[in-house]
């Protein structure tokens, strides 16, 4: 990992909503072209520290640097433009909008038309399923389609560095599997470096290189994917073995 | 006597709709309630009673650039008031607005005077014999250019970048974000086409009603009940809700004693917000945090 390129680097990040201080200081480096997963319960600031990196959260301290640039506190659409697109928990996807409609949302700031096209059909190749469902209102889709369409809708930004936050929430286990296999696969195909949170640790270690686990806004431990998974404490801490 | 009443009740219509549509796109857009709406009608309808007056165009011409000073203007209050609050809470910034909207009517007093003003056009003497009917020319005037300016939306919004951007903000905000729209530039957008929207409203109304002060926001209330009718946020309820109040108002001002009519707007509100809150086209609502 030392030889890699460090692609997103954040230290001591703080962030508060209103007065609670929800991180206290997260220090974390992602290379480039790896899988990076943030693990953590409910509340432990995985959320919080993706939103902040696409900027829809302001630090309060700490700095973001993204290629050696400092983005911390940009404007959301200037960080899209730097290359970091989000797949966010909740999807924030356009209901009342075609899937046709959500995915060329994701290609507005785009202009290169051979390179719209490519990643588009990239996308339909990864999530067959989005390209049956075009004129279908992305509010009507299944929970998993609307994963793979945010998922989509990102990607279609043309990122260097992807933001997923939580991609396996609400969906069954067959799905999650389904849509771990589609993020390696993106990860594999296009050399894109992804950032993930996840509660489901053993689907996200067997997916990432390397881990990071959070917990109450603080990072407690991070490491390889198989240390990480051979470590008892995330396993008592997340899947309720002992 | 019920068509005359019908043709009022769609000019009326056609002035709340604007209204309604200006205020459901500035709440869509840049997610807060714009209670100076009504004010950019009025300072739009002395904007065309200066131009008429000091150059001399002809009414229909003097809309024109009376439209697009409107628009600047309310480009202005968006850049000086409403920017520099942006990230702050609902109320702030919901008490700013109100004070715009007492700011420009001191203006408009300072500028114009308190006493009533016609704003005149060749229209208001001119009627249209439809059979045993007569229809004001000027209520023909005020439906044309409503529908007119509902169609320049319409393509705008459907036909430019700038229009599908605004069609993303208003349908989720954090998602246009995440697409890389930027927001600030956006909502200046939707501020100079909402005052331009108004402005068409308080144009061809100013020369049926006297041109005061209070105008604006005298339509204001009535345009957030046609909005709250429609389904507060709905873009095509509030040009529905706009018409449908219009309408109503009018045809009860028709049949019962006219003291009421002016009443029907509150009492439609209170009705819709006890029996269905959701309005006509509106989604029930979900709190979201």
Partial sequence: MERKMIMLKVSDLQVYYGYIQALFGINL?????????????????KSTTLRAISGLLKPRKGTIEFQGQSIGGLPPHKIVELGIAM?????????????????????YTRTYKIEKKEDWERVI?????????????????????????AISRAFLTHPILLLLDEPSLGLSPLLVKSIFQSISKMNRETGLTILLAEQNVRMALSTAHYGYVLELGRRTLEGENKVLLENNEVLSSYLGFS | MLIQLLVSGLALGSVYALVALALVL?????????????????IAAYFSLAILQQIKLPYLVA??????LAGVFALIVERIVIRPLIGSEEWPILLATWGVSITIRGIIG??????????????????????????????????????????????????????????????NHTGALLCGISVNRINGITWII???????????????????????????????????????????????????????QTVTGGYMPTAIKNSVPFAILILVLVIRPRGLFGKALVEKK
């Fill in chain 1, 125 to 149: 190749q990864w999530f067959p399923i989005l390209g049956e469902r075009m004129t279908q209102l992305a509010g009507t889709l299944s929970g998993g389609e609307q994963q793979m369409l």
């Fill in chain 1, 87 to 107: 797949a966010p928990e909740g999807r924030e996807l356009f209901p009342n909008l075609t899937v046709r409609d959500n995915l060329e949302a994701g290609q």
């Fill in chain 2, 194 to 248: 909402s005052g331009m929207v108004a402005a068409v409203a308080g144009i061809t109304i100013g020369p049926i009603f006297f041109l005061h002060v209070e105008v604006g926001f005298g339509l204001l209330l009535s345009a957030f009940s046609a909005a709250v009718l429609g389904g507060f946020g709905s873009i095509i309820g509030a040009i529905l809700g706009g018409y449908l109040l219009g309408v109503i």
């Fill in chain 2, 63 to 68: 809309m024109i650039p009376a439209i697009l």
């Fill in chain 1, 29 to 45: 480096e992602v290379p480039k072209g790896n899988i990076i997963v943030l693990l953590g319960a409910n509340g432990a600031g």
């Fill in chain 2, 110 to 171: 300072l500028l114009w005077g308190h006493e009533p003003r016609p704003l005149p056009s060749p229209f208001t003497s001119q009627h249209l014999r439809l059979g045993a009917y007569f229809i004001s020319g000027q209520e023909l005037v005020i439906i044309i250019a409503s529908l007119l300016m509902l169609l320049v939306f319409y393509l705008f919004f459907r036909r430019t970048k700038t229009g599908l951007a605004m069609q993303l903000i208003a349908d």
């Fill in chain 2, 26 to 42: 500035i709440y869509k857009g840049a997610r807060l309630l714009n209670l100076a709406q009504g004010e950019l009608v009025t």
